[in-house]
T-cell receptor, first 115, second 113 residues
């Protein structure tokens, strides 16, 4: 299957700082990538759809000014958590859908802890 | 938007027994239904999926059934093994330009040796 990488795998930051998470599609180009968030013992919730060359589409309740998404190339999308707070501590996972297909390939996730 | 409900939230079975997890969805436009297994701290792993033009699909010990009329689908695991213990998520998608997944709430499956 396709390979999707995320960096970093774990990050600890202080409250008020910003953190950037990268999602890379290593096998194929992707005009669309998805960002999900998963709190402990909960399900994955879609945060936003990252669109190459255009603005991201955010789900209801997700602050676009707090979670900045940049999809500058066909293989890279970045999620920046700005002014992070402890309640932003979560597991962030990106996924890349296969063009013309249904299956999605998930990155390994990034564990963010805000102290 | 789509809403996916999943139950049970926890399921314990004896090794060798079968496990069944059920999901319902709300949007009749959904046409792709994957099931994922997630181990602690890891990414979701696709174990089986089904599209709306098929009623049942099987892959060795794992099977999925879909009832489009009732808008529900189920995961069946036979001859369970301790390594099947994990959290299982169902999901639904409309495909095409709206391929984002809506996940169920998850089922913690424990297979007792």
């Amino acid at each position: 299957g396709a390979v999707v990488s995320q960096h970093p795998s774990r990050v600890i930051c202080k409250s008020g700082t910003s953190v950037k998470i990268e999602c890379r599609s290593l096998d194929f180009q992707a005009t669309t990538m998805f960002w999900y968030r998963q709190f402990p013992k909960q399900s994955l919730m879609l945060m936003a759809t990252s669109n190459e060359g255009s603005k991201a589409t955010y789900e209801q309740g997700v602050e676009k000014d707090k979670f900045l998404i940049n999809h500058a190339s066909l293989t890279l999308s970045t999620l920046t958590v700005t002014s992070a707070h402890p309640e932003d501590s979560s597991f962030y996972i990106c996924s890349v859908p296969l063009a013309g297909g249904y299956e999605q390939y998930f990155g390994p996730g990034t564990r963010l802890t805000v102290t | 938007g789509e809403n996916v409900e999943q139950h049970p939230s926890t399921l314990s079975v004896q090794e060798g027994d079968s496990a069944v997890i059920k999901c319902t969805y709300s949007d009749s436009a959904s046409n792709y239904f994957p099931w994922y297994k997630q181990e602690l701290g890891k990414r979701p792993q696709l174990i089986i999926d089904i599209r709306s033009n098929v009623g049942e699909k099987k892959d060795q010990r794992i099977a999925v059934t879909l009832n489009k009329t009732a808008k529900h689908f189920s995961l069946h695991i036979t001859e369970t093994q301790p390594e099947d213990s994990a959290v299982y998520f169902c999901a639904a998608s409309m495909g095409g330009s709206a391929r984002q997944l809506t996940f169920g709430s998850g089922t913690q499956l424990t297979v007792l040796p």
